[in-house]
């Protein structure tokens, strides 16, 4: 039995019979500077009521030195994963002493050492069962209770935890920090952090609420740092929030840091937020980078209410904070910051998220059914966000916006600190609602799939039939030939076919305003107007829902994938909105590279490499369309070598780049990348550009250029390195593994596809579920049939179900390619 992977049977039946008082929870990590020490001392004291005489405690790690129940010393029973209590009686006292395992994998307490300047840093990252790394625990979201943290770490470095400091202690060189009990919250959304971060303090306070403001990075990054921007829009979002919850900020400050080697965007852990350093531009950023770092911040804001104020029972309502954390994080961008379009960016690249998950075999309903840790690690995947969200969205029509927010604070106040699932949720919005919402839950939130809507003469089509509340645009030629709404009209749908009487117009847009999650399909009369005049669309999120519309016809294999690429070749210079610009320069590398078939891919690579290079040169001086072409230019060199000798000159100072294009470090390693992969950069020349950039990103980004270079020597070395070295951290592998996929060379790499599914089972054993992940993923081979990966699933039924989750997705996305491929090549003949 794997001790490890946490049932919801059992844990259920662990928190009917177990109360938890509270935790105190002392971490040593003063040896953490010292990086042949792998281990801390962790010691746990836990109060709990029991009705039954034997339970156990969660702990991953390296060993368990005392036990200490109701004042007597007992011998450990540790299996490695749990520690089993017995003799229990009606109200208990256990403390545990043990050692934890410092983690270079992004689970648990995470260990960074900075080549910038030799610091140490540590961060925690739990979501969804990893606090049993760093401290014996209940693991599991429904048993909350108060925690203490006492921290002993080095003098001179920040300490933080959720909760503000109560009193320090110095011996001279180590100091002990304790911070004030939390409030009641779950075992995974602690936090600590610890290191000679740079800390930047603000406030904000409404009413009686003050709360103090603090955004922290590390030292070498600390010039970067635009904390008056990042304070900004977190003012705008607690404002936001603050009127629209009607509920006291309840975790007393609120820090965000910023961390390296982070497996995630962000986590919500209240008081204490942590954040992938990509937030961090160490160079020229976009607008849509911009963006997205506002929604983030806005979404993981959202989680201090939905998630950790209320939060669901197990894992199966993981949507009642994500989902909702996506929906609010938009809406707040869009109505209390200045990017007012951010559902452009929402209909366009989240929901093709969704769409994409949604027609996987795996896909789930947004309720999910799941019975264990290792299929809640998988679900926090497009259905779980974005689908949710835009299903919100739905709701929000549907019930009406007041209702819905009526019935958020009533949620609140009903369920603050405490546990809930879906129906807790449905009552109290059809209490303010009216609405019996038990039949759209079920249209919604207990079903998978996404439906496509089509105009067919009179009449919308949709396949997979649900509920829809939708709009249809009529766009029409103005004075100025642009494309402008000339009407709309609402309506609600559900059965297969539904009579709508439309004017005739050169655009019929259905979902218009994008207020249903459903896939579209533009007419042919509209389809010839986009493919002349895509461009003259003035509504962003018009044209974000024509770009998803030609997209999603595309991947499904129904509309040419060269004219989707013509398209993108005649309009994409023109784009305005740089999340829409992004999302489409992406879609066209990516359907170059999978959709199409060999023989034509040769030619629309050197098309692809010159469109990127005209672009760059034609935006205007400093703008985001600029540097985002540029990065477009980088991705199109690396399958193609005609322009690597303009780049190298570039970068090596003998020719100008186009004005006002700044080359930073990103840049430049997503160029020398690029020349690596084929074969116009030496290791030498990698080398000297790491000592230009000796970083943390810059030691990564060489990794990744290194094993991108086309020798069969390397390939192999790359391929060791992922499957055998124990030693890399989250983001050197997927350096590596990135460096060994660069440059499509299938000649050079299809040789490893049967090591690749002869290793599967050991890498998912031996190593954590989130290297596992990045492994199982990143090196499924780009076969040209299913053959390989067919057979292993026949022989493997029994493999555990997250891994087959995973090779069965894999699979599948293999399968659409060679799918879409076979078309490109019928229409061809």
Known sequence: MNTANLTRSETAARSAAITVGDYRVELDLSGAPDQTRQDFTTTTTVEFAATVEHTWLD?????????????????????GARIALSGLTANNVVVVRATGAYSRSGEGLHRFLDPADDQTYLYTQYEPADARRVFACFEQPDMKAPFTFVVTAPNGWEVLANRPVTAV???????????????????????????????????????????????LCRASLARYLDADTLFEVTKQGLDFFAEHFDYPYPWGKYDQVFVPEYNLGAMENPGLVTFTEAYIFRGAATAAQYEGRANTILHEMAHMWFGDLVTMVWWDDLWLKESFADFMGALASAEATEWTDSWVAFANRRKAWAYLQDQLPTTHPIVADITDLEAAKLNFDGITYAKGASVLKQLVAYVGREEFFAGARRYFRAHAFGNTTLADLLTELSAVSGRDLAGWARAWLQTTGVSTLTLEGADIVQADPRPHRLAVGLYDFDATGD?????????????????????????????????????????????????RSLDRVTDPLARGLIWSALWNAARDGELEVQRYLRAVRDFAAAESNMALLTAVLANASFAIGHYLPEAMRGRWRGEWLETCWAAMHAARAGSGAQLTWARALAAAATVDSRRADDIRAVLLGTAHPPAGLSLDPDLRWAFWTALAATGAAEATELDAELE?????????????????????????????????????????LDAVIGGFRAGARRDLIAGYDHAYFANLRTVWDERSIEIARRIVVGLFPAADSLADVDAWLAANTDAPGALRRLVLEQRDHLARDLRVRAKQSHRAT
Do not use: C, M
């Open 59 to 79: 702990f991953l790690g390296l060993s368990v030195e005392s036990v200490v129940l109701n004042g007597r010393t007992v011998v450990p029973d540790y299996d």
């Open 169 to 215: 202690e110095s011996d001279g060189a180590n100091q002990t920090v304790e911070f004030s009990p939390t409030l009641p919250i779950s075992t995974y959304l602690t936090a600590v952090a610890a290191g000679p971060y740079h800390r930047v303090e603000s406030a904000w306070a409404r009413k009686e609420l003050d709360v103090a403001l603090g955004i």
């Open 483 to 531: 494309l402008v709404r000339r009407e709309r009209h609402e309506l609600d749908i559900v059965t297969e076919r539904t009579p709508v009487t439309l004017a005739p117009a050169p655009l019929r847009l259905l979902n218009d305003g994008d207020l249903t999650y459903a896939k579209v399909r533009l007419d042919a009369e509209s389809l010839h107007t986009v493919q």
């Open 692 to 732: 230009r950039d000796d970083t943390a990103s810059g030691r990564t980004a060489h990794r990744r250029a290194l094993a991108a270079r086309p020798d069969p020597q390397v390939k192999a070395a790359a391929w060791a390195q992922a499957l055998d070295d124990t030693a890399l951290t989250n983001d050197h």
